[in-house]
């Protein structure tokens, strides 16, 4: 045993608190936490251990502690910690994308929008909608049932949606109180799935309109119900009450863990997920973890069940919800769904998914091949223009071999030399690490530039201007414009075989290429679109900027209708600007 762990297991408290394991090199490997410091950490060197536990004591230089007041103070450091830092050995959910909410605003006339996130105060939130085409439509469907507002911003004059009388035009008219709290009730109704008011309703203005031979009226209101009832046949299965409910169930096989979860919202399921990680701590605290993660992206429901006593005494407190198990009665029934989705996830994934998940045993491939330690942090760096124009770089980053997204970082190429990547690619470089070196960020362990020999001495050079020594390779190309190695400094080429490794690499470099196309595009748009909507009298900054948000993309503003633009400008200068876009 390493003699800086002896003297820390010595030093070791029997208080609750977070464990930070680290190699020879200073890097946090791995942190846990425990109600009891002293026993959980002795644990791993004291007693023996296989596969990745022994894989990560084995790489233990040294570890350290924070104590906290109590358990569930560990809990919620341990999951900040791993955030913030990374380890390599800690598993965090892999999917990290928001559901989206319909949201009701509070104050003034009703209007509604999609929101990824529940922060915003000044709106209700109903949802989450497993998929975004769901809320669109149920927006779409409101705003055809309710007379609510459309416009992002409230115009001086009113719009089309009042000639057709789906809005009251709040711009020119005074609004009762009494009918706009009249309207968000029934709207707020409508998204709890009470909409049989509605139906009701909208089947007596189709008989209405059919007595008196208004055709086209009736079967507008025909296909509003048909759209109704297709919601509510997507949403319909047996409900035992209308709580917003989540179920939980896991299991765990050969050192892999699968968590299942069942979405239910006024009491309909709208959602089916599951998350296959690898088994490395306690089954019950590495499930609480996965479970508080998986309520950073989700708004909590009312009730929560899983029938494991530890885990809900890990989220008691942490949680701000009934959280509960179930022995009996028709929750049982969904508790025993849950863990065949759990089984059945875990089935797929070990005929189909495994190799996916053996990024950590790749980038070792990769450390060996480069002669250089395993690189866990990875930055590409990427330029883009078109004959010149719209110069842009982009950088990415790739944690343990899976995207960081908030670590990417666009560059406007500031040079005048737009045309020359070489001079764009040193830009980029000086710019972001001596950034970095500067506020004493983490560096990468490895820096690809995607490009021969010229880009590798352009990204060089910039290094070593800012006295920076960051292992830097290029990604080489075959004659099918596909990765077939890298390339050193000195134009060695390191060949990779057509396997997993190349199949890693050949990811990172298309993302990189992506995320720079993407921003370059964009910005073209924009200068396209700006240089457009210069030169229209009363088309002023604040005016481009309310077209910039409504039409992103300069396609689209060329689509746009004259009625439209209406809503947005003065009637003088959407014609103005319309008269233009189409000459």
């Given at each position: 045993?390493?003699?800086?762990?002896?003297?820390?297991?010595?030093?070791?408290?029997?208080?609750?608190?977070?464990?930070?394991?680290?190699?020879?090199?200073?890097?946090?490997?791995?942190?846990?936490?425990?109600?009891?410091?002293?026993?959980?950490?002795?644990?791993?060197?004291?007693?023996?251990?296989?596969?990745?536990?022994?894989?990560?004591?084995?790489?233990?230089?040294?570890?350290?502690?924070?104590?906290?007041?109590?358990?569930?103070?560990?809990?919620?450091?341990?999951?900040?910690?791993?955030?913030?830092?990374?380890?390599?050995?800690?598993?965090?959910?892999?999917?990290?994308?928001?559901?989206?909410?319909?949201?009701?605003?509070?104050?003034?006339?009703?209007?509604?929008?999609?929101?990824?996130?529940?922060?915003?105060?000044?709106?209700?939130?109903?949802?989450?909608?497993?998929?975004?085409?769901?809320?669109?439509?149920?927006?779409?469907?409101?705003?055809?049932?309710?007379?609510?507002?459309?416009?992002?911003?409230?115009?001086?004059?009113?719009?089309?949606?009042?000639?057709?009388?789906?809005?009251?035009?709040?711009?020119?008219?005074?609004?009762?109180?009494?009918?706009?709290?009249?309207?968000?009730?029934?709207?707020?109704?409508?998204?709890?799935?009470?909409?049989?008011?509605?139906?009701?309703?909208?089947?007596?203005?189709?008989?209405?309109?059919?007595?008196?031979?208004?055709?086209?009226?009736?079967?507008?209101?025909?296909?509003?119900?048909?759209?109704?009832?297709?919601?509510?046949?997507?949403?319909?299965?047996?409900?035992?009450?209308?709580?917003?409910?989540?179920?939980?169930?896991?299991?765990?096989?050969?050192?892999?863990?699968?968590?299942?979860?069942?979405?239910?919202?006024?009491?309909?399921?709208?959602?089916?997920?599951?998350?296959?990680?690898?088994?490395?701590?306690?089954?019950?605290?590495?499930?609480?973890?996965?479970?508080?993660?998986?309520?950073?992206?989700?708004?909590?429901?009312?009730?929560?069940?899983?029938?494991?006593?530890?885990?809900?005494?890990?989220?008691?407190?942490?949680?701000?919800?009934?959280?509960?198990?179930?022995?009996?009665?028709?929750?049982?029934?969904?508790?025993?769904?849950?863990?065949?989705?759990?089984?059945?996830?875990?089935?797929?994934?070990?005929?189909?998914?495994?190799?996916?998940?053996?990024?950590?045993?790749?980038?070792?491939?990769?450390?060996?091949?480069?002669?250089?330690?395993?690189?866990?942090?990875?930055?590409?760096?990427?330029?883009?223009?078109?004959?010149?124009?719209?110069?842009?770089?982009?950088?990415?980053?790739?944690?343990?071999?899976?995207?960081?997204?908030?670590?990417?970082?666009?560059?406007?190429?500031?040079?005048?030399?737009?045309?020359?990547?070489?001079?764009?690619?040193?830009?980029?470089?000086?710019?972001?690490?001596?950034?970095?070196?500067?506020?004493?960020?983490?560096?990468?362990?490895?820096?690809?530039?995607?490009?021969?020999?010229?880009?590798?001495?352009?990204?060089?050079?910039?290094?070593?201007?800012?006295?920076?020594?960051?292992?830097?390779?290029?990604?080489?190309?075959?004659?099918?414009?596909?990765?077939?190695?890298?390339?050193?400094?000195?134009?060695?080429?390191?060949?990779i075989e057509n396997n997993n490794l190349f199949f890693l690499l050949t990811r990172m470099q298309d993302e990189v290429h992506r995320f720079a196309i993407s921003f370059h595009q964009s910005l073209r748009s924009k200068k396209m679109k700006s240089s457009l909507l210069d030169d229209i009298k009363g088309l002023g900054e604040k005016r481009k900027e309310i077209i910039h948000k409504a039409y992103p993309d300069i396609h689209l503003l060329k689509q746009a209708p004259l009625e439209e633009l209406n809503q947005l400008l003065p009637p003088s200068?959407?014609?103005?600007?319309?008269?233009?876009?189409?000459?």
């Amino acid at each position: 045993m390493k003699e800086r762990i002896k003297v820390g297991i010595a030093n070791l408290k029997p208080l609750p608190g977070v464990y930070l394991m680290h190699d020879k090199d200073e890097n946090i490997i791995y942190i846990g936490k425990a109600k009891d410091l002293s026993k959980r950490v002795r644990q791993y060197f004291l007693r023996p251990q296989s596969g990745k536990v022994a894989k990560m004591v084995f790489e233990t230089a040294y570890f350290e502690t924070i104590i906290t007041n109590n358990e569930k103070e560990a809990l919620i450091l341990e999951m900040n910690l791993i955030q913030t830092h990374y380890p390599k050995y800690n598993v965090l959910l892999k999917d990290d994308s928001h559901y989206p909410y319909i949201a009701l605003k509070k104050e003034g006339y009703p209007y509604l929008q999609i929101k990824r996130n529940t922060k915003d105060k000044k709106y209700d939130y109903f949802g989450p909608f497993p998929r975004s085409s769901s809320a669109y439509e149920t927006i779409d469907l409101l705003n055809k049932i309710f007379p609510l507002r459309k416009c992002n911003r409230i115009p001086r004059k009113p719009c089309l949606y009042y000639d057709l009388g789906q809005c009251l035009a709040p711009c020119i008219n005074k609004i009762d109180e009494p009918l706009i709290k009249e309207m968000k009730e029934q709207v707020k109704d409508f998204l709890k799935s009470n909409n049989q008011k509605v139906i009701a309703d909208l089947n007596k203005k189709m008989m209405m309109a059919s007595e008196n031979l208004d055709y086209e009226k009736a079967h507008e209101y025909k296909k509003i119900l048909e759209a109704i009832n297709h919601i509510n046949i997507k949403q319909n299965i047996e409900q035992i009450d209308k709580k917003d409910r989540d179920i939980f169930a896991f299991s765990s096989r050969e050192g892999y863990l699968s968590l299942a979860v069942l979405l239910f919202r006024k009491g309909r399921l709208l959602d089916k997920k599951s998350y296959i990680v690898e088994q490395f701590d306690n089954n019950e605290e590495q499930v609480a973890n996965l479970i508080l993660q998986f309520y950073q992206k989700v708004l909590l429901p009312q009730e929560i069940v899983i029938n494991n006593d530890t885990v809900i005494d890990l989220l008691e407190g942490l949680i701000d919800a009934k959280i509960y198990s179930v022995t009996r009665g028709k929750l049982i029934d969904l508790l025993l769904s849950a863990k065949q989705n759990a089984d059945s996830a875990m089935d797929e994934y070990f005929l189909s998914a495994k190799l996916d998940d053996n990024k950590l045993t790749l980038l070792e491939q990769l450390g060996k091949l480069l002669n250089i330690k395993t690189p866990l942090r990875i930055d590409l760096i990427d330029n883009s223009h078109l004959q010149g124009s719209s110069p842009v770089g982009a950088a990415v980053v790739f944690i343990n071999g899976e995207p960081a997204k908030k670590l990417y970082r666009k560059y406007k190429i500031e040079h005048e030399e737009a045309r020359d990547d070489l001079k764009s690619m040193e830009e980029i470089v000086i710019r972001r690490y001596l950034r970095m070196k500067n506020e004493k960020q983490t560096l990468p362990d490895l820096l690809l530039v995607d490009g021969g020999h010229n880009q590798i001495h352009a990204a060089d050079k910039a290094l070593k201007e800012i006295d920076l020594d960051i292992h830097l390779f290029g990604l080489v190309k075959n004659t099918k414009h596909q990765t077939s190695g890298l390339m050193d400094k000195d134009g060695k080429v390191y060949e990779i075989e057509n396997n997993n490794l190349f199949f890693l690499l050949t990811r990172m470099q298309d993302e990189v290429h992506r995320f720079a196309i993407s921003f370059h595009q964009s910005l073209r748009s924009k200068k396209m679109k700006s240089s457009l909507l210069d030169d229209i009298k009363g088309l002023g900054e604040k005016r481009k900027e309310i077209i910039h948000k409504a039409y992103p993309d300069i396609h689209l503003l060329k689509q746009a209708p004259l009625e439209e633009l209406n809503q947005l400008l003065p009637p003088s200068v959407a014609k103005a600007l319309y008269r233009k876009l189409h000459d």
